[in-house]
């Protein structure tokens, strides 16, 4: 049996989104008094970036940490985050975290400039990436190549910034 005390919720990005919409026309949560939060541990955001102001909010009405992380449908699995269970970082707004083992995240402005850290540009990851990640996309390897690895030769290019 599960011990109540790691017990944490996930949401997803369609949540997230809620959770402005929330913001927006509950701003105190009053709709949320009306239920027992007590096995409520940690709210998990991933999908789409966290705002610090959403964060910040949901943080001081749930009185629970809020922890964003960030991952894509390709690799399966996060690429950066703050892993509650393990050792739980301070949570900075803006930021999803640190990066998880195996992924070497550089951030480009070109195929051959990358740039110093705290600077905004394009994130890649350095190749090889790790098990669990895309190969390929469904009988179009040609696709593949020319939208995740040709931008930024020796890395996939996620197609996000930061």
């Known amino acids: 049996m599960a011990d109540s005390r790691h017990e944490t919720s996930r949401l997803t990005r369609s949540t997230f989104t809620a959770f402005r919409a ?3 026309e509950d701003p105190k949560a009053e709709h949320l008094k009306r239920y027992d939060m007590s096995s ?3 709210l998990f955001l991933a999908g789409e970036r966290c705002d610090p102001g959403t964060l910040n909010w ?3 009405i ?3 940490p809020v922890i964003d992380h960030w991952w894509q449908t390709e690799t399966g699995w996060a690429i950066a985050g703050n892993f509650v269970g393990i050792e739980t970082l301070p949570v900075k707004p803006d930021s999803a975290g640190t990066p998880v083992p195996g992924y070497d995240v550089r951030v480009f402005s070109g195929p051959d400039q990358e740039l ?3 600077t905004m540009g ?4 350095r190749l090889p990436m790790p098990p669990g990640c895309l190969s390929s ?3 179009n390897d040609d696709r593949f190549r020319e939208s995740y690895l040709e931008a ?6 996620t197609g996000d910034s930061g």
């Not at 394009?122 to 990851?125: K, N």
């Open 22 to 24: 929330i913001k927006k």
């Open 40 to 42: 409520f541990r940690t």
């Open 58 to 60: 949901a943080g001081a």
């Open 62 to 64: 749930l009185q629970r």
């Open 116 to 118: 110093a850290a705290g």
């Open 122 to 125: 394009s994130i890649v990851l």
């Open 137 to 139: 996309l469904w009988n």
């Open 152 to 157: 930024v030769p020796g890395d996939y290019l």
